[in-house]
């Protein structure tokens, strides 16, 4: 079931796979191309300092999410699910926190291709995704 803000889908076709640890994260094409955005801006955009505390991994592991996420969504219409681990999927998060801070209001938008607003929705998705993706590990473990 998808849910609309400022006239963009966001999924909510997120499942864990219990035995990989990994979750699989049905993106829409727009919400692909947001990730890939954000995550191109913290590996090629402008320098982070501390790049493994503040994105959560390390450039070589986000330059290979970075690289899924765009194969993910590619030349084809047709777009699957990327099975992604927990620790990438908050690195997918603080990319967005990273590119929030560091753009300016008046570049966003260019250098995105989204506005701010849009941004800080996906972000929030993505922290309510990781949450329930926690939560139910719990319980599976339990």
Same mark, same amino acid.
């Given at each position: 079931?998808?849910?609309?803000?400022?006239?963009?889908?966001?999924?909510?076709?997120?499942?864990?796979?219990?035995?990989?640890?990994?979750?699989?994260?049905?993106?829409?094409?727009?919400?692909?191309?947001?990730?890939?955005?954000?995550?191109?801006?913290?590996?090629? @955009? /402008?320098?982070? =300092?501390?790049? #493994? &505390?503040?994105?959560?991994?390390?450039?070589?592991? !986000?330059?290979?999410?970075?690289? +899924?996420?765009?194969?993910?969504?590619?030349?084809?219409?047709?777009?699957?699910?990327?099975?992604?681990?927990?620790?990438?999927?908050?690195?997918?998060?603080?990319?967005?926190?990273?590119?929030?801070?560091?753009?300016?209001?008046?570049?966003?938008?260019?250098?995105? @291709? /989204?506005?701010? =607003?849009?941004? #800080? &929705?996906?972000?929030?998705?993505?922290?309510?995704? !990781?949450?329930?993706?926690?939560? +139910?590990?719990?319980?599976?473990?339990?």
């Amino acid at each position: 079931m998808a849910w609309s803000i400022f006239g963009a889908a966001y999924n909510r076709l997120m499942k864990v796979l219990p035995q990989s640890g990994c979750v699989a994260l049905a993106l829409s094409r727009e919400e692909a191309a947001h990730a890939n955005n954000a995550l191109n801006e913290v590996c090629n @955009g /402008f320098a982070i =300092a501390n790049f #493994e &505390a503040t994105i959560g991994l390390t450039r070589a592991q !986000a330059a290979g999410l970075l690289r +899924r996420v765009h194969e993910s969504f590619g030349d084809s219409a047709r777009h699957e699910a990327i099975d992604i681990t927990l620790p990438e999927l908050d690195g997918l998060r603080h990319a967005l926190t990273a590119v929030l801070a560091e753009l300016d209001a008046w570049e966003y938008a260019t250098r995105m @291709g /989204f506005e701010v =607003a849009e941004s #800080e &929705a996906l972000r929030n998705r993505l922290d309510t995704l !990781a949450g329930e993706a926690r939560l +139910r590990s719990l319980r599976q473990t339990a």
